[in-house]
């Protein structure tokens, strides 16, 4: 894959599951993996960092994975943004509600290196 | 038809981006996210025909959003369906404008894999030849005859009316065959003619309903109360759905979807006990009832080749391999953390159940533990914090009332997680551990199944203010307010929904209503306030009062004859008063959050202890100084324990002596004449006075020889270190206890009362003062000085006579009262002040009690009752026996408030 220099920004206020997913990026052979906690400090990074992808959760303490995405789609640097949101089966009826601030896509817990390659596919530039 | 929208380029957008591919399917989100933008900015745009369309413009949303989250069970009726509405939104036959299949060439791919709508079929159908067992269903594009729907509408009514007569009828006998039938057939037929007639979400509701009341049939399932629910919820389901249809316009018909709600039901449905796997059928779709080959199949069949994201947490992707061991510890350690801090917020839920933050940040951990040991194969972790995680989503959002019994629910599931990661974390290999099941958890699981989920929060106040608004305005009239506001009961809809509904309010005015509401709540907002602050406002408040009684008492003041002046000063009194009474009141909380924390702490105290134990509550709304009522927990704490563990018998025990198996503890709280009465009361043994004596013999507290009566030997259970239960349990008998309970109850300046009958059981009682900034008390003078006698301890006031005073070998001073003795007190000895009337006689007695023993005070003059702000007397005198604090007087000149236990012991070590 051509994914490998691209830099992810992986949003999620539960460490383990911060883990988990970056795991399942390096098993992808993504090399570039950035964290942050919760949309707040996805904002700081992302104003100190050039960042190709965020995988972010949606519900999160201090700002939640939707006010990130709005935030991202109002920043004229950053509008364009792949932004794949991480929900659960239960959860996903909100996923509407992020479909219509033009998330690029979404991913529901547990999910496999497959799956995740398979929505990467539908959202990144092809290369 | 009226042409619509008002702004026709809206419209034209659309239809452009539904009809020409620019939605490059189920893939394109953005594209799809844009056609919902486009609906609202639609009803935006025109409200009013808006809310006339507003069936056709849910159903294409309704699509749009099942394509989304990939439930649709056929993608390419879907996107038919969407142009058929779109079209007929705009006034224009469907079948003129939009060309049924758009040519490939003319859809720009927007995606990196582009599915064009036209090619949806073919597409669908390569990769899934699942598709080819829907039989072709005659009633997609053509719409159904408005006579045949009509008939079926009237039907389903008359059927609706059988279930709910024949259910009443079931309920009253469980096992009449006839009654069971009767409720089946309804359903049986409103199945099969919704499925004829593609009416998905009926007739998947129907089904599943007659699935469960088959099984009654066949004596598979019992008919318990909780079916009988079922089946109630829906009917209502049902009849609401029945309803949609009839009011939606014909075309929306086809796609009329109460799915939502259908969904949540059958979630639920899931949740139950079902005792037998095959009740569980797959989301049917129209018109293959018969075959079940639809959207279930559809989707693995799709998953064979690439797991569907859809897929179930509990069975769908986990991670293969063995768990490692490092993530393992991390999530350990992170869970715990999590868990930690659900007890904390779920005391501010309790206090406020309709705190959104708090339920959240209750639902959050659930929800990340979820999700991560879902990925680590933690079967049981996940599926207890899933079902707790379905919970808190449904009083999230306002399904489920956030109860006392959800909230223990809460609480178990946090202590049994705690339990399952201390095993995880202890085992020694985990991955044998991951998979096991717990007997504990499997056992909760089934009470989380059984949890009543049919109690919801109150809407109905809320919605009658909007109504009542509408009323007000002329808008509606009463009489439909007050129909709506039945409908929205029963439905679980908010009022405003309904009534423009059902056309009885224009959109505009049901907003303005709902924007006064607001207002309206906004006003009664409320602050939080620091509670130092709130302290603060009350001693400045009681300083303001004492000021203004100093200046009211002026001499100078009272030499001026002005009538104005006089006036003046009423008012003035007047406010302080009332500034006084709300600021006191501000600080009273209901005694309610302290006795709800005993629940569990009883419900886990009788399950060490193998007993039955329940807690009854009485006068829960009584009010307590917010700072008393942080005091008093414990020792209540500590008085339950004593009762669950020394008090109750074990049920064996109790049923060999004719009592019912299961005890009980009795707390009750009410105000009587300035003090908080609290009550607890058990129906267990009651003190043994025997083994009470001897161990207070053996630990040298009394002498061997004595003839302490009853009473005083009670007292002998406060006594510091003494414990009679012999094995120290987990529960109490650490011979801590009762001893800091009198303590604290003291330092409250209040009492405690012990009475018992053996073998009926121990009653304890609190008496305590209102508040504790504020005591009522007599102020007295002993020479030049004033003191104030709390009038709590405070029995009776008298002048003796000469012949009443004794005295005693050995005892002292005695002064006769009503024919009994007592110690007479000289205050002005233990002062050291110089008295106006050393001579009782000549002076004035005040009784006082203690224990159960009087006393009788020596005073010189008694100056009057009031109420006196209590002032601390600072670190230095912190320690100084007989006296608990200063007031200051109305003329401003301080008295010393006299602790009547410090006295008698300052007596007493006098005397001896």
Same mark, same amino acid.
């Given at each position: 894959m051509a994914y490998k220099n691209l830099n992810v920004l992986v949003v999620d206020d539960f460490s383990t599951m911060r883990r988990i997913v970056r795991n399942i990026l390096r098993e992808l052979d993504f090399k570039n993996i950035f964290e942050a906690e919760n949309g707040k400090a996805a904002i700081d990074v992302l104003s100190g960092q050039k960042i190709d992808l965020i995988v972010s959760d949606w519900n999160m303490p201090e700002m939640t994975g939707l006010d990130l995405l709005k935030y991202v789609r109002s920043n004229d640097q950053l509008k364009g943004l792949p932004f794949l949101m991480v929900t659960a089966e239960a959860q996903k009826g909100n996923i509407i509600e992020a479909v219509k601030f033009k998330v690029s896509n979404y991913i529901v817990k547990p999910f496999t290196a497959a799956i995740l390659a398979e929505k990467l596919a539908k959202i990144l530039p092809a290369e | 038809m009226s042409s619509f929208p008002a702004h026709p380029e809206d419209a034209r957008g659309l239809i452009e981006t539904l009809s020409f591919g620019v939605v490059a399917g189920s893939d394109d989100l953005a594209g799809l996210g844009d056609c919902l933008n486009l609906l609202d900015q639609v009803a935006n745009a025109d409200p009013a025909t808006a809310a006339r369309k507003r069936g056709s413009l849910k159903s294409?949303?309704?699509?749009? #959003?099942?394509?989304?989250?990939?439930?649709s069970p056929d993608l390419e009726r879907d996107w038919k369906t969407i142009r058929a509405l779109v079209g007929e939104l705009v006034g224009k036959p469907e079948a003129e404008s939009v060309p049924p299949v758009p040519p490939a060439a003319a859809s720009p791919p927007v995606t990196a894999s582009p599915v064009p709508v036209g090619r949806t079929r073919e597409q669908t159908e390569a990769a899934n030849p699942a598709t080819h067992a829907i039989p072709p269903s005659g009633l997609t594009e053509e719409l159904v005859d408005p006579e045949l729907l009509g008939d079926f509408i009237e039907e389903a009514r008359e059927n609706i009316a059988a279930i709910e007569l024949n259910v009443l009828s079931l309920e009253n006998d469980p096992q009449d065959k006839d009654a069971i039938n009767a409720v089946f057939r309804p359903f049986h037929s409103v199945k099969g003619v919704s499925g004829f007639l593609n009416l998905t979400d009926i007739n998947r509701l129907s089904h599943q309903v007659e699935n469960l009341l088959d099984a009654a049939r066949a004596d598979q399932l019992p008919v318990t109360p909780a079916l009988i629910d079922v089946v109630l919820q829906a009917t209502d389901i049902l009849k609401e759905l029945v309803q949609q249809l009839e009011t939606t316009d014909p075309p929306a018909r086809l796609a009329v979807s109460g799915s939502a709600l259908v969904d949540s039901f059958l979630e639920k449905l899931e949740c139950l006990d079902r005792p037998q796997p095959d009740l569980e059928i797959p989301a049917v779709p129209a018109a293959a009832v018969s075959q079940p080959t639809g959207a279930a199949t559809a989707t693995s069949e799709r998953g064979a080749a690439s797991m569907p994201p859809s897929a179930p947490a509990d069975q769908g992707a986990v991670l293969g391999e063995a768990i490692d061991p490092e993530l393992l510890k991390e999530f350990i350690e992170e869970a715990k953390e999590n868990l930690a801090s659900i007890e904390l917020n779920i005391l501010s839920l309790e206090s406020d159940p309709e705190d959104k933050d708090a339920i959240n940040a209750v639902f959050r951990p659930f929800h990340s533990i979820k999700g991560v040991s879902g990925f680590l194969n933690l079967t049981t972790i996940n599926h207890l914090s899933h079902q707790v995680e379905n919970l808190l989503d449904a009083a999230r959002g306002g399904a489920l009332a956030v109860s006392d019994r959800l909230i223990d629910i809460v609480l178990k599931a946090t202590d049994i997680l705690k339990e399952l990661l201390n095993q995880l974390d202890q085992a020694p290999d985990p991955n044998a551990l991951a998979a096991a099941d717990s007997p504990q958890a499997t056992a909760f699981l089934q009470q989380i199944a059984d949890f009543d989920r049919s109690d919801r929060p109150q809407l109905v106040s809320a919605s009658r203010k909007v109504g009542e608004i509408l009323v007000a305005r002329e808008v509606v009239p009463e009489q439909v307010v007050r129909q709506a506001v039945e409908k929205s009961r029963e439905q679980q809809r908010k009022i405003g929904e309904v009534l423009v509904e059902e056309k009885a309010a224009p959109v505009q005015e049901v907003s303005g209503a709902l924007r006064q509401q607001r207002h309206a709540r906004e006003s009664v907002a409320f602050v939080r306030v620091a509670t130092d602050k709130l302290d603060n406002l009350v001693d400045g408040v009681g300083e303001l009062v004492i000021a203004q009684s100093m200046v009211l008492q002026n001499e100078q003041l009272h030499a001026v004859k002005d009538q104005k002046l006089q006036k003046d000063i009423v008012q003035l009194s007047r406010i302080t008063a009332e500034l006084q009474r709300i600021s006191m009141s501000m600080r009273m909380v209901p005694i309610k959050n302290t006795f709800?924390?005993?629940?569990?702490?009883?419900?886990?105290?009788?399950?060490?202890?193998g007993k039955e134990i329940s807690l009854e509550l009485h006068g829960e709304d009584t009010e307590i100084d917010r700072n008393m009522v942080e005091e008093i927990y414990e020792p209540l704490v500590h008085m339950i324990r004593n009762s669950a563990d020394h008090g109750i018998e074990s049920p064996e025990e109790?049923?060999?002596? +004719?009592k019912p198996r299961g005890g009980t503890i009795r707390l009750a709280a009410e105000q009587s004449a300035g003090s908080i009465i609290i009550d607890i009361q058990d129906d267990g043994k009651g003190l043994d006075l025997d083994r009470i004596r001897q161990r207070a013999i053996e630990r040298g507290i009394?002498?061997?020889? #004595? #003839?302490?009566?009853?009473?005083?030997?009670f007292e002998m259970i406060f006594h510091p270190g003494f414990s009679t239960n012999e094995k120290v349990t987990d529960v109490s008998g650490r011979g801590v206890g009762m001893d800091v309970v009198k303590k604290t109850v003291e330092q409250l300046k209040g009492k405690i009362e012990t009475a018992s009958t053996p073998g009926k059981g121990s009653h304890f009682q609190l008496k305590l003062p209102l508040t504790m900034a504020i005591i009522? +008390?007599?102020?007295?003078?002993?020479?030049?000085?004033?003191?104030?006698?709390?009038?709590?301890?405070?029995?009776?006031?008298?002048?003796?006579?000469?012949q009443d005073y004794f005295t005693v070998q050995g005892s002292g001073e005695m002064m006769k009262v009503r024919d009994s003795l007592m110690p007479l007190v000289r205050l002005h000895q233990l002062f050291r002040v110089e008295p106006r009337h050393p001579d009782p006689w000549e002076a004035l007695l005040l009784v006082v009690t203690e224990g159960d023993r009087s006393f009788c005070l020596l005073a010189d003059e008694i100056v009057g009752r009031q109420e006196v702000v209590i002032k601390g007397l600072g670190a230095a005198m912190k320690d100084l026996v007989g006296i608990s604090g200063g007031a200051i007087l109305g003329d401003g000149r301080v008295a010393l408030i006299l602790d009547v236990k410090g006295v008698v012991s300052l007596h007493e070590n006098r005397v001896a």
């Open positions: - | 294409v949303e309704k699509i749009i #959003n099942r394509i989304i989250l990939e439930e709800q924390k005993l629940i569990r702490l009883v419900r886990d105290l009788s399950r060490k202890a109790r049923e060999r002596l +004719g009394i002498p061997a020889q #004595n #003839n302490l009566p009853e009473s005083a030997l009522d +008390g007599m102020v007295i003078k002993v020479g030049e000085q004033r003191y104030v006698v709390p009038t709590i301890a405070l029995k009776e006031s008298l002048r003796p006579g000469r």
